[in-house]
């Protein structure tokens, strides 16, 4: 009995946090009026070891986000070791430098961090041949002074339609990282200002479909204003060093 205890608590935490977040997203949906099916969970990766990323594909989780484009390549191959290779989603989401491009065009499957043309233009030439089209979303800066990443609200539109028109790419959202906040109110009008772009640009005649919005301390609110996809690091993971 007490060894299973300790065998359940040590095998399960990132498991049972899976859990925990999906029963999360679940409540939200339900309190949203949405299908669950409409919210796809990305587990923030960053930081953690393969085997974190392997306990949590145990446990069910298939698109994982990462940030640093070495750690996540390293990582990826870690994985493919052990033949948990091609079920896997790769999701890059931190600031993208030039130099870094074609790391992230040959080994994922989606960026959700694209804020200028030339970031995309380089994604497009470089994304290999044979490969689908890199999955694509531009970030978009909804907390004004509060906040220095991201195409700015203004811009987005011109920016959108080039890269809609890029080869090797699919254009298919928009992406945010508002402030940190605790005010509930505050949290839903940044997610209600990116619906709204996004609302928008498909007035325009573009196809967005996906809203990159609401990380753990905030999945609620972003669910609430039409998140497709949830970023969630800390709550799955734990608070990182
Ligand atoms: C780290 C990170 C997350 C996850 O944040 P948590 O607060 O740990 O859930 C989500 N999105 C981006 C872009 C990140 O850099």
Known sequence: MGCCILYS???????????AVRARVATACNAAGRE???????????TWPAESVREAVVAGQRAFGENYVQEAVDKAAELAKHGLGPDLEWHFIGPLQSN??????????????VDRLKIAQRLAAQRPTGFTPLQVCIQV????ENSKSGCATDQVSALA?????????RLRGLMAIPEPSEDRDLQRRRF???RNVCEHLNDEGLTLDTLS????????AAIMEGAT???VGTAIFGARA
Not at 101 to 111: D, S
Not at 213 to 220: A, C, F, I, P, R
């Open 192 to 194: 209600a200002m990116l």
């Open 9 to 19: 608590l040590y095998m399960t935490s990132i498991a049972a946090n899976l859990q």
């Open 161 to 169: 339609h080039s890269v809609a028109a890029l080869p090797g790419l």
């Open 229 to 231: 996809i949830v970023r």
């Open 36 to 46: 669950v099916e409409s919210v796809q969970l990305l587990a923030v990766s960053k």
């Open 213 to 220: 919005m609401g990380m753990s301390h905030d999945l609620e």
């Open 141 to 144: 800066n909804v907390s004004g």
């Open 100 to 113: 870094k491009t074609r790391l992230v065009a040959e080994n994922f499957a989606w960026v959700h961090s």
